[in-house]
Nanobody, 124 residues
């Protein structure tokens, strides 16, 4: 079992920044690919970003490319999502997820473990 706890969400004005954190426990963190997803009310869960076990590879959704940055600190068992130039359409609950292996890393069903989510609201 891997337990994931997100933090760092909140209310921010358009153009602002937030940094989300996801702390993992239970298994060796560096053995897991990590991903961030988001879900707005009435919409399906949407891929945001993923990072390889070593942090050497990252992949982003087109909607956030150039604005968001995913990183990880395996010594601290934590993955981060730095979000800059936030837009109202970024408003959603953000979830981190973990998987021992993935094919694309962009599909929710590839991940075995999920956090409870943290709300991000961007006002216009």
């Amino acid at each position: 079992q891997v337990q994931l706890v997100e933090s760092g969400g909140g209310l921010v004005q358009a153009g602002g920044s937030l940094r989300l954190s996801c702390a993992a426990s239970g298994r060796t963190f560096s053995n897991y690919v990590m991903g961030w997803f988001r879900q707005a009310p009435g919409k399906e869960r949407e891929f945001v970003a993923t990072i390889a076990k070593s942090g050497s590879f990252t992949y982003y959704a087109d909607s956030v490319k150039g604005r968001f940055s995913i990183s990880r600190d395996n010594a601290k068992n934590t993955v981060y999502l730095q979000m800059n130039s936030l837009k109202p359409e970024d408003t959603a609950a953000y979830y981190c997820a973990a998987a021992p292996s993935v094919v694309t890393g962009s599909r929710p069903h590839e991940y075995n473990y999920w956090g409870q989510g943290t709300q991000v609201t961007v006002s216009s």
